[in-house]
């Protein structure tokens, strides 16, 4: 099961414009505006983009 997503954010201004919305999953699509820091987006046509997760890194240990 699917949730339409907005490219950009839609609380804070993004548009719902066909050309800016896509399927993602619950998880997905809560996490990428609650830690957008850990998300890359990509366009990969006219009307097309993707988001790629990045892992955050582990800090170093402080003692």
């Given at each position: 099961?699917?949730?339409?997503d907005?490219?950009?954010?839609?609380?804070?201004?993004?548009?719902?414009?066909?050309?800016?919305?896509g399927?993602?999953?619950?998880?997905?699509?809560?996490?990428?505006?609650?830690?957008?820091?850990?998300?890359?987006?990509?366009?990969?046509?006219?009307?097309?983009?993707?988001?790629?997760?990045?892992?955050?890194?582990?800090?170093?240990?402080?003692?």
């Open positions: 099961m699917c949730q339409i907005h490219a950009d954010n839609w609380s804070t201004g993004g548009l719902t414009d066909l050309k800016l919305l399927p993602a999953c619950q998880f997905h699509n809560r996490d990428r505006y609650q830690h957008p820091h850990h998300y890359t987006r990509r366009q990969t046509g006219t009307d097309r983009w993707t988001f790629t997760y990045e892992r955050p890194r582990p800090g170093r240990l402080r003692i």
